[in-house]
Each structure stands twice: as structure tokens, then as C-alpha cells.
């Protein structure tokens, strides 16, 4: 998030305008971290619910329901990362102000 932060003050900084969307600046921070936090605990989860088991081959099930939540989660980050690169580069090429 720093380096998001870094790019958010120096790229309108070397373009000489505003950031293109404040709001999509919001909509990022909150996807992302929100994506971020459920990753998180969705892989605690499964490697504690897979480390505890003790039942042999069918770990991978047990846990597959919990890693498909990481996916749509880390689904969450990676369109949170396209927002970004979509507004600096608005910013960059001179896109209207919103």
C-alpha cells in the first residue's frame, strides 16, 4: 500500500495535474485491503484446518472449499490493482478530472 501511496503523490506531481478520481482512489484503497484481509484469513484457515487434520489424503478437500474463497478474494485485490493502474494512467494522459 506504501508504494501505491508513492505513486498516488509523485505521478500527478510529474504530470502537472490532479489525480484523475479521488473516488476511485477510495474504491482501491477499501477493495484492496478489503481482498487483502480476506485472503488472509481464508489462508489461515485452510493451513490450520489442513495442518490439524490428520486424516490423510483428503486434506486437499477438506481445505479446497477455503482456497476457492482466497480466489475470489485475491480476484477482489487484482481488480482493486486494475482501478489503479486505470486512474494513474488517467491521470498521466490527461484524462477530465472527475
Excluded: C
Aim: proline content about 1%; overall charge positive.
Amino acid at each position: 500500500m506504501a508504494i501505491f501511496a508513492a505513486l498516488y503523490y509523485v505521478v500527478p506531481r510529474l504530470a502537472n495535474r490532479q489525480i484523475y478520481s479521488v473516488r476511485l482512489v477510495r474504491i482501491h484503497f477499501w477493495m484492496h485491503n478489503f481482498g487483502l484481509i480476506g485472503m488472509v484469513s481464508f489462508f489461515l484457515a485452510a493451513g490450520l484446518v489442513g495442518g490439524l487434520w490428520v486424516g490423510g489424503e483428503d486434506t486437499e478437500k477438506l481445505v479446497s472449499h477455503l482456497l476457492a474463497f482466497v480466489g475470489i478474494f485475491g480476484t477482489l485485490v487484482l481488480t482493486a490493482n486494475i482501478i489503479w493502474g486505470y486512474n494513474l494512467y488517467k491521470t498521466a494522459s490527461g484524462g477530465g478530472n472527475k
